[in-house]
C-alpha cells in the first residue's frame, strides 16, 4: 500500500511540475531545453527526466538509462502526434469535462492519501492551486484520449481471435493472476437530528455576534473551525472561482463584500459563516468558520442495530443480498448491486495491495458468500456510518487461463490488436506532419519511423 501511495505522489508531482514547466514555457527561456517539436507542440528535455524519474523512484527501470529515456520519448512523440491531430480535428473538451475529470482525479488522490488536509499538506499548495496547475495538462490528457479513442473504436475481436492470443503466448510469458477479491457492501447512515443542527446554528451565529462586537473572524475559526485545513490559516481557502466549491457555499460567498460576514449556511459538509477578505475579477478569498453536527450515539446504534439484523437474515438465506442492499443501503453503490468499485481499473475487482488495509482485515476473514458484522468506517469527509461487507468471490493466485481469466486475456489480445491499428496511423500521420527531434535523441533506436530520410 505503501508503495502504490507512494507512485501516485510521485505521478502527482510530476504532473504538476509538468503543467507549471509548459506555463512557464517561452521560446526565449527554454529554447535549449526544447527536444522535439510535432506539429506546433514542443517536447521539453524535462518531460523525459521527469517521468524517468519517476520510473526510477518506483523501482521499475528495466535497461539502460539511454533506451529507457528513448522509450520514454517515443511515447511522447506519439503523444504529441495525437494531440497535434485532434486540434486539426478540432476535438471539443468543454470546461464542464474538464473540471469533472479533476474532481475525479482529486477524489482519488485524496483517497489515497487520507484526506484533503493531507495532500494539501504534503504539497504545500490548497486543492484550489493543485486545481488550477492541472486543468491544462488534464485537458491536453482528455483530447489525446479522445483522438486515440477515434483512432482504435473500430477494433473488435472474436472468441478464436482471443484463443489463438493465448496459444501463441510463450509458456514463460503468461503472466501470474494475484489473488483478487470482489467485495460488495451496505451502508447504514445515522440521520443527524434538528437539535443537533440547531445547536450548531446557535453557536456559529454566536461568533457572528462576537466578530460584530470586535472580535476577530481568523482568530475565531483558528480556535474552533473544523475544517483542518484551513482552521490553522484563520479559515482562508485562498482565491477560487464559481465551480471550485460546493454551489450552496458560492452562492453566499460570491454576494458578499470585502469584510461581510454571512449568515450561516448549510452544505454537505456541515454549517459555516464565511468573510469575504477580496475578489480578484472572477476570483474571491474567503475565509470560513465549519461546524459540523455530531451525529448522536443513539442515531450512530441504530444504524449498527439495523445492519445487525439484516446481516443476520442474510446468513439464515431469509434474504439474499441483492434484495437487502437495493432495500436498505444508503449508499450509490445499491445502483451496480452494492459492489465496490476499484478506483485504479473502473472494475469491481481488488488486489490485496488496492484495499483500504481495513476493510481487508475485515475481508481477508470472511470465506466466499461470508457477510461481515457491522464496521464502523468514516467517510473521507469525516463523518461516521456503519457498514456490512459481502465477499463474493476471492481468487487465489495462479497462471492465466482461459477458463478463469477470459476477460483478462480478450483485454490483452484486444488491446494487441489496437496497437497494430495505431502503428498503421501513426506511419500514415508521421508522412503528412512536421517532425523534428534535436540533440542526442536523433541517436534513438525507435520502434517506429519518426525522422525522414
Known sequence: MKKLLSGLLVALFLVLHTGLAKANYSNDSLVDGVVAVVGANVILKSDVENQYLQFRMQGSIQGSPDKVKCTIFENLLFQKLMLNQSELDSVKVTDVQVENELDHRMRYFISQIGSPEKLEEYYNKSIVDIKNELREVIKEGMMIEQTQQKITKDVSITPSEVKA???????????????????????????????????????????????????????????????????????????????????????????????????VVETENGFHIIQMIERRGDYINVRHILLQPKVSPMSLNRCKVKLDSISGQIDKKKLTFTDAVQ??????????????????????????????????????????????????????????????????????????????????????????????????WINEKTSKTSIKIMGDYRNCTFQRTWIKK
Request: no cysteine; glycine share 8%; charged share 35%.
Open 165 to 263: 492470443y493465448f496459444k501463441k503466448l510463450p509458456k514463460d510469458s503468461i503472466p501470474d493472476i494475484n489473488s483478487e477479491y470482489q467485495i460488495g457492501m451496505i451502508v447504514k447512515r445515522p440521520e443527524i437530528g434538528d437539535q443537533e443542527k440547531d445547536e450548531v446554528r446557535t453557536k456559529l451565529n454566536s461568533f457572528r455576534d462576537r466578530i460584530k462586537k470586535g472580535d476577530d473572524f481568523a482568530t475565531l475559526a483558528i480556535l474552533y473551525s473544523e475544517d483542518p485545513g484551513s482552521s490553522k490559516k484563520g479559515g482562508e481557502l485562498g482565491l477560487f472561482k464559481r465551480g471550485d466549491m460546493v454551489k450552496e457555499f458560492e452562492a453566499v460567498a460570491f454576494k458578499l463584500k470585502p469584510g461581510e460576514v454571512s449568515e
Open 327 to 424: 432495500r436498505f443501503s444508503d449508499d450509490l453503490s445499491k445502483n451496480n448491486g452494492g459492489l465496490m468499485i476499484n478506483p485504479a481499473t473502473g472494475e469491481s475487482k481488488f488486489e490485496s495491495g488496492q484495499l483500504d488495509p481495513k476493510v481487508f482485515f475485515v475481508i481477508d476473514k470472511l470465506k466466499e458468500g461470508d457477510i461481515s458484522a457491522p464496521v464502523l468506517t468514516k467517510t473521507d469527509k469525516g463523518k461516521e456510518e456503519y457498514r456490512i461487507y459481502f465477499l463474493k468471490e476471492r481468487t487465489t493466485p495462479h497462471k492465466a487461463n482461459l477458463e478463469k481469466d477470459y476477460s483478462k486475456i480478450q483485454e490483452w489480445a484486444t488491446e494487441k490488436k489496437k496497437m497494430a491499428v495505431i502503428d498503421n
